[in-house]
């Protein structure tokens, strides 16, 4: 047997039910509204940025290039937002207005509907004082520094001006040995096809050294090998007739004497026939003076100078923070001649 429910307790559920769906209802209303609420807000705060920002805006006088007339009873985009006015023939002129702080109200044309609006732009106030028609002045270059300049309030210190220095002076030349004769020089053997012998002896302290037999007349001359019998003592052998014997050797004068011998002949030359050049040699204090020798530079002393002529030399001695010095000396065959020199400032 089936029983029913009460009619007190189903009202008392229906009651529930209407009550749940009440408070559903409620709360998706106030979600709906906030979420309508916040958008508002969003976008009065645009237009409150909006206007801020064309509240600083000034109408700039346009050209008549910046306007374009629509055709009767239509607005002009570029003439609503740049205030010309229409004239006929199909070009349009800018109305000077005073530069309001906000955007005029439109202005209607002479042409049924067509108005014109200008176009606010950026006040100096906001953006500075800047010129949209004119470009930007460029800074003053500043002046480069040139290296070696003074700085600013210093004054330049003096450079003292270099010492000018002295041409080089033309290097000293001693006197140079002589060359072979100027003449043909014959090869081969000495005796051939010829009779006889003749021999010298030479004494000398020069040998060995550079001898050359020279045929007067026949102006030739031939490299004679000369024979060591000893020290000092040499042996030269030729042909008789008549001759020259010349001796080379640096440093020393060079023996040149003719001479005639007949077959057989056998001669001594006792007496060195080499006869040493003089030389020269130049101390100074301090040390380090540059050596004149007639005007020739001849290196810096301490110096000995060999194979001089047996002639008056002219000597200079020359440093830097000294008095030059200068003096002669005259010089002896095969003798050195010693100069010690003290330098003064």
Do not use: C
């Not at 100096?124 to 309030?153: L, M, N, T, Y």
Request: hydrophobic content about 30%; cysteine-free; charged content about 25%.
């Amino acid at each position: 047997m089936a029983y029913d429910d009460p009619p007190e307790q189903n009202n008392g559920n229906k009651l529930a039910g209407f009550m749940l769906v009440f408070m559903m209802l409620i709360i998706i209303g106030v979600m709906i509204y906030v979420v309508v609420a916040s958008k508002n807000s969003g976008m009065e705060t645009t237009v409150s940025s909006t206007t801020g920002l064309y509240s600083g805006m000034q109408t700039p006088i346009a050209s008549p290039a910046d306007y374009i007339i629509h055709e009767a009873g239509e607005e002009s985009p570029i003439a609503m937002a740049t205030g010309a006015t229409p004239t006929p023939g199909g070009t349009a002129t800018a109305t000077p207005e005073e530069e309001p702080s906000t955007p005029s109200s439109s202005p209607t044309s002479q042409y049924p509907g067509v108005r014109s609006t200008p176009v606010a732009v950026a006040s100096p106030d906001i953006f500075g004082d800047i010129d949209p028609a004119k470009p930007s002045p460029k800074p003053s270059p500043q002046p480069s520094k040139k290296a070696g300049e003074p700085k600013p309030g210093k004054s330049p210190t003096p450079k003292a001006s270099p010492a000018k220095e002295e041409p080089p002076e033309p290097a000293f030349e001693p006197p140079k040995p002589d060359g072979p004769p100027s003449m043909d020089r014959m090869a081969g053997n000495l005796f051939e096809g010829k009779q006889g012998k003749a021999k010298i002896t030479i004494f000398s302290k020069a040998l060995p050294a550079r001898t050359y037999l020279i045929d007067t007349s026949k102006n030739v001359y031939w490299d004679l090998k000369l024979k060591p019998l000893g020290k000092s003592r040499f042996l030269a052998e030729f042909p008789p007739g008549n001759y020259r014997l010349k001796i080379v050797k640096s440093n020393y004068f060079s023996f040149d004497e003719a001479f005639q011998v007949a077959d057989g002949d056998e001669a001594e030359i006792t007496d060195d026939p080499m006869k040493k050049r003089p030389s020269l040699e130049i101390s100074s204090n301090p040390p380090g003076a540059r050596i004149l020798i007639n005007g020739g530079f001849a290196g810096s002393t301490p110096k000995v100078i060999n194979g001089l002529d047996v002639v008056e030399y002219t000597i200079k001695l020359k440093k830097k923070g000294f008095k030059d010095k200068e003096f002669k000396v005259k010089l002896k065959t095969g003798k050195t001649e010693k100069k010690s020199i003290q330098l003064s400032k």
